[in-house]
């Protein structure tokens, strides 16, 4: 493949097209701020920046701390957000390489019918009436899946794999298919992708996922102004946290999505969580510094880790989550564990404060 030689006047910018060029997105920022993603959540919506196009959050926490539900939780906030605002040339895109098309389905059905889905996973229905119900409600979400799904049996070299350079086309595919934008994009989770063969040329082995893992960051980052929306994106923390408090307080660092320290570099907003009965058995009561807490079925710790244009960041929440509407909780009461990282404190401090926490 020949060599392209880029263009290097195109880095240049003069004091009055860099002048132009702010007040021009300060019009797009006024323009689009109903196509910003905010955070639904009582208490951190007010403190949360909503996301803007162009732009990328992510949500780190170790395997089974509720990442899914998180990112579920924005879809379906997020298509309230369109139908209210009659955004009808709009869609959320959501991309998962682990769950079933038939599995996300179940999810929906649930939350909608407010069921519990574990009790159709095994079997046992007893509302046909209001799962078909919440089918129809179904149809009319703007949400368009990528992903696999039983229904659709392929052979090996027949079913397109769903790594990233694969993805951006289905994207374009599916604007031009259906006229439509994306309002979003949401990605669970970034560590699932497949290897990426068009970019892995060259590369041993021993260092494909790691550098896949930066190289994908830092693509998904062109594609989200490519696209013009946010994409929310679900990472995978690493097993040993090193920007976690302590064991009793055992919530990601922003640095601590695995395999990549890029991943805290290039996101614009970072939501790091933890499950403490992922760590103790339910019901025993913990102590850590002026905190106390009984670990339960649906004790979450949210943390707004990043927030960069200098909003503030590492505020904490203590949440509860109700599982079957997916919904989250706050506790209304506060406990403090020493101030929080405020507007004024730099971005390495707001990143990397791992013992300076606002509790609410």
Known sequence: MP???????????????????????????????????????????????????????????????????????????????????????????????????????????????????????????????????????????????????????????????????????????????YHLRPALVVLDYLQALPIDPEIAHGIQLKDQRRLQVRDDIYRIRRGAAAFNCPWWIGVQAKQKLDGAPSPKLYIPGVYDGEESSAIGQRCDRAICQWMPKTMFPVGTVIEYKDLTYKVTDDLMFMRVAKQRRNFAAGRMWKLHINFIENTFVPELARDDLGGSMEEGDSEEEMNDSSDNEEMY
């Open 3 to 177: 060599i392209v030689k880029p263009d290097l006047d195109q880095a240049i910018y003069t004091p009055s097209e860099f002048a132009d060029i702010g007040l021009k997105d300060i019009q797009s920022i006024e323009a689009n701020a109903p196509r910003s993603v905010g955070l639904n959540i009582p208490g951190i919506r007010d403190y949360f920046a909503p996301l803007p196009p162009g732009r990328i959050g992510v949500c780190i926490a170790q395997t089974s701390n509720y990442k899914t539900g998180f990112l579920d939780f924005v879809v379906a906030s997020t298509a309230e957000q369109l139908n209210y605002q009659k955004r009808n040339d709009e869609c959320i895109i959501h991309i998962s390489t682990e769950d079933l098309i038939e599995e996300q389905a179940v999810s929906a059905y649930a939350r909608i019918a407010k069921v519990d889905s574990g009790k159709i996973a095994r079997g046992m229905v007893d509302d046909w009436e209001g799962l078909f119900q919440a089918a129809i409600k179904v149809m009319g979400i703007p949400v368009y899946r990528i992903g696999e799904s039983l229904s659709r049996p392929l052979k090996p070299d027949e079913a397109p794999m769903l790594y990233l350079s694969n993805i951006n086309r289905i994207i374009e595919r599916m604007m031009a298919l």
